[in-house]
């Protein structure tokens, strides 16, 4: 495990939150040669709301025309496609389809392609219900129109941030989970408070995601947005779903919310949600019975075939929006600086962009600061079902987790990784394990025992005279 540099010691940049966008910004700045260090508070890397997303690598086609979000998502978009090869990452090709299922929805859709075409997603095109059935013979026959975008894929949402910071941990940089930003000073260089002693740093990055509005206060920052949580709840449905749905069902989106998807999951589920519900509450984010029902009823009415199949899990998320819909990013280059807030549902695809970004706005390579550096070799272990998995491969070993198939080889690598998971979330999104019909019923006391001491939050007790 990645040890802190010693006290003395001063980064070049500090990245405060290890989210989807503190990864990619942290692989970006290691890549150009600077010495980082990454700061969670969290037990684990993706602790926050990078954990729960519907994994789809956006083309921009719908984001506002002009707008940073949208030049980002592009730019994020293009580097996955860049690397995704390389290190092992998967690529769902699945395609969208916008769907309306009224007159009105169908009167909005011309206007939608217009902007796609604008925002130069050229493959946008109109079809009608018939063609429509064509690409995804699933959909329910009370389709209207719809607009077909190809270029929609899905991806592992967790598997790839993963590997920016492994990119980033081979280049020496320095990650340090369970460490919350208490405070912060800057006297020409900044001298950050944590929760695990004081750390001095040439220049601060905030990706603290829901906390960002909170981090910049303890930075001593003029507030300049405010996050407004917004909960989306999901269920995921059996394995068996896959059969009826090879194609992302977007909606009609309005004015807060693209809506309701219905989704294929590069783990052969079908992902159902999110919702869009306003909540105070940062750390919490419940489900609820007649929520997840409707979600369930929403699912069988776009696409009938999901009826009677079921539900394996579910689970809700916080989304960081802002009092804006749009990205707050902030550059403060007085103050050696730069926030990175507000960024919604995009924020998987436009991370590796947001990183580009943010390293134009810090100069440093610009100014000779830093000595670039080749990427590192790091290949992430394959967990989409489109390829071809461990257990599939020779010599796997014992079969841990049945209902997801995952080899006791694949624990033990992770476990044994560059950044090991730091409690049992961790160990489930490098893995799967635990995420499959029985949620770990039959599996976690295997699983607590392969993890003994490995884990900030151990999965069994150990009691005096033996476990």
Partial sequence: MQQPHPRNDIFDVAIIGAGVVGCAVARRFALAGAKVVLLEKGSDILSGASKANSAILHTGFDA???????????????????????????????????????????????????????????????????????????????????LHVPDEHVIDPWSAPLGYVNQAIALGAVVLRQCEVRAGSFDGEWRLETSKGDLRTKFVINAAGLFGDYVDTRLGFEPEFQIKPRKGQFIVLDKAASRQLKTIILPVPNEITKGVVVCPTAFGNILVGPTAEEQDDRNRATVEHDTLEGLVAQGVKLVPGLAHIPVTAVYAGLRPASDKKEYRVIARPELNAITLGGIRSTGL????????????LHGGSERGEFAPRAAPDVRMPNLAESRMRDWQAEGHGEIVCHCEMVTKREIEAALNSALPPGDFGGLRRRTRAGMGRCQGFYCNSRLAEMSSGCLANPLAIEQEGGK
């Fill in 64 to 146: 506002p025309k002009g707008s940073l979000e949208l030049a980002l998502v592009q730019a994020g978009r293009r580097e996955y496609l860049d690397i995704h090869a390389g290190m092992n990452l998967p690529l769902v090709e699945t395609g969208a389809l916008v769907c309306a299922w009224t007159q009105d929805e169908a009167a909005r859709l011309e206007a939608i392609a217009e902007q796609g075409r604008e925002n130069g997603v050229t493959s946008v095109r109109l079809v009608t219900p018939t063609e429509a059935l064509s690409i995804e013979p699933g959909l329910s026959d009370g389709l209207v129109a719809a």
């Fill in 349 to 360: 695809s436009s991370a590796l962009g947001l990183a580009q970004h943010a390293l134009k």
